[in-house]
């Protein structure tokens, strides 16, 4: 029995556009997540002035959006940026610039901001997210989150 040429034809296509898809589905989730798949790139934002920072030691910025609050720290000559919301149960956390570290006043866990937000004591079982940032010209400019912010099924949606 011979097959209708164009089912044949259909089933072509189809699997020619099956492994388009599946070729560039790495390179979209690269771009999406790092090696542990906790790294999220957004699109660059302008979140403060370096210099700002160096004199006042610490600066509020929000980080990808307006709900999710963060600061940025000098850590050692260097500046840091972490999540403010505590991946415990999401309390706002506090720094403390004496033991670089930040604090939750609701279950009193604490996270290194000298280690990239490594969580040092306390109920949390996760890092902070670390905000990544680079310095241009003067200006701080967030262009990741790596780990999950609090109360998000995915970095990405918000
Ligand atoms: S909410 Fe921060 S330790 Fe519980």
Sequence with gaps: MKEP????????????????????????????????????GYEEKVVGLASKIKGAGEMDFNYPDVDSPCKAVMVNGQIKAYSLLCTHKGCPIMYNATKKAFRCPCHFSEFDAQLDGQMII?????????????IEDDKIIAYGVNGLIYGRESNIKG
């Design 5 to 40: 040429q164009s089912s044949r034809r259909g089933f072509l296509k189809a699997a020619a556009g099956m492994t388009a898809v599946a070729a560039a589905a790495p390179a979209l989730l690269a771009s999406q997540s790092s090696k542990n798949g906790n790294f999220y």
């Design 122 to 134: 306390g109920q949390a079982t996760e890092n902070i997210p670390e905000i990544l940032v680079k």
